[in-house]
């Protein structure tokens, strides 16, 4: 009897247990319908974030942190392609947890715009792994500027290999397919060192610019022709680029043309203004951050200062006996060492960047100089005579200046410390063509044709010019410029164009009076279109336009 007692207490004891574990898993399923209803998701999932880490058997120091900046490298201007790529790859992976997210419409976008906040963390998972990213956009870095953002990627070191050969490829080629996709053409112009892009929405096309046909199907072959050719230049041993030059009289449609072509090639578009180009350096940083399947555009060639500047100078060597400084334009790195100039006659001299040390300059009178940065140590140069030297970038340090009389003189980022100027006089000086790191042409010319020309595939640039006979030969010879385009006056196989794109007819009784017209004067498209531009009629705007014609005749 004893041992049976002891044995049903035993069965009570289990019921109890089981009593026990069917109230706790009770109260527990009503703990979780409340947390789900009542924790907001964000909090739960922090939760949980931290109950993992807390968990894990992986300790803190077997997590890697890779670093995305959205330029490889500020010195040499590289831009990190695959930033972009995560930039517009993140807003595609963020879930409904996810709170905080940018959005936003632009003027020249159909679609909505989406961007991942700063400082936020997203989580994303790529075969059953998961990915942490943050993005720092540098705000809270007084030093940094808006250019130098940066992503970071965390992740288990045992998945390294995964990273590097399967989830950044699966993100570069989930951005291509977005960007194919979309076919929308970047406008980017450079500006503070870097290219600021929007969207291209000029409408020109090879069937809406007024061209002759016969030069239009010219063009459009040869565009053709470059892009079939990839293997024969590659064969050759030439770079796969192509160079052409537009020129012609104002209004004749230089610009529409090259708007023209990159919406019938989907190439991005690069203006670059000369004007904005302060070195050669800066030159090469901005061409290394043009992409591949791309045009760049240099509009009004003759127009630069810097460029008009040499092409004007005479191409004089230097000349040691003489004591005056012609034409003188100082370019960045021109050193001299123990410099002494006595009275010497330096007018309306620019030296850039310019270092000058201990220099004695006696009796100089710097009337309308610019000196910017120019080095100069110590030089001594005696009745010198120096024609087309080019010193750029100067510094002049410990220089003293005494009783000196500068008229109009732009000293741009010089530092003249304990150099000694007294009196001495330099009228006229310009250098030109000295080495330097200021703009120059042959700069232009080593990024259009020499070893800097070879980055980038599949690239087309442009010059456009309204006088071409200010343009130096070397930029005109194949190689630089292949095709010359003369964009001339309205003729009667592309006014028909314009009527035919304006009015939509394709013939009237005055088409005749104004071809003949068109034939003896020289209008340009843009007078004729802004005629037909004034009534939707095309007997009103035909008889205007004939009367404008018949005036200017």
Known sequence: MKYTF?????FRSASSWFELYATFSTFMMLLRTVINDVVPDKVRTYITTKLEEFFSYSPPDNMVSLTINQSW???????????????????????????????????????????????EEVVDEFEGIKFKWVLDDGSKDEER????????????????????????????????????????????????????GTDLSHPATFDSIALDPEL??????????????????????????????????????????????????????????????????????????????????????????????RLNAPRVPYDTDSDELLGACLDDDFKVDDANVDDANVDDAKVDDAKVDGA??????????????????????????????????????????????????????????????????????????????????????????????????????????????????????????????????LKAKAFRVLASNYLDIQDHPLFEQIEDLLEKTEFTPAEVAEQLLRSEDPDIALDQLLKFLTKRA
């Open 216 to 309: 239009k199907k010219s063009i459009i072959d040869d565009l053709e022709r470059f892009l079939k050719r990839k293997e024969m230049y590659k064969k050759v041993g030439k770079p796969w680029k192509r160079g052409y030059l537009l020129y012609g009289p104002p209004g004749t449609g230089k610009s529409s043309l090259i708007a023209a072509m990159a919406n019938y090639l989907k190439f991005d578009v690069y203006d670059l203004d000369l004007n904005s180009i302060n070195s050669n350096s800066e030159l090469m940083a901005a061409m290394r951050r043009t992409s591949r399947r791309s045009i760049i555009v240099l509009e009004d060639i003759d127009c630069n200062k810097e460029v008009n500047t």
């Open 73 to 119: 490298d500020e010195r040499c201007g590289n831009n990190n392609q695959l930033y972009e790529a995560v930039f517009y790859y993140l807003p595609l992976r963020v879930t409904r947890t996810y709170k905080s997210l940018k959005i936003g419409k632009l003027d020249e976008r159909k679609d909505l715009v989406f961007a991942v906040d700063a400082k």
């Open 6 to 10: 002891s044995f049903l207490s035993g």
């Open 360 to 489: 004695n300059f006696d009796g100089a009178n710097f009337d309308d100089a610019k000196v910017d940065g120019a080095k100069v140590d110590g030089a001594k140069v005696d009745g010198a005579k120096v024609d087309d030297a080019k010193v750029d970038g100067a510094k002049v340090d410990g220089a003293k200046v005494d009783d000196a009389k500068i008229d109009g003189a732009n000293f741009g980022g010089a530092n003249f410390d304990d150099a000694k100027v007294d009196g001495a006089k330099v009228d006229g000086a310009n250098f030109v063509d000295a080495k330097g790191d200021t703009f120059t042409l042959s700069g232009l010319l080593n990024c259009v044709d020499g070893l800097w020309s070879s980055h980038g595939e599949e690239r087309i640039t442009i010059f456009t010019t309204n006088h071409v006979e200010k343009i130096d030969p070397a930029l005109l010879r194949p190689g630089r410029m292949d095709v010359h385009i003369n964009l001339s006056y």
């Open 145 to 196: 500027v808006s250019n130098k953002r940066e992503f970071k990627l965390s992740f288990h070191e045992k998945h390294r290999e995964i990273v590097v050969k399967k989830y950044i490829p699966y993100i570069l080629g989930t951005y291509e397919t977005m960007e194919s996709e979309r076919r929308i053409i970047k406008l980017n112009s450079w500006s503070y060192h870097d290219w600021n």
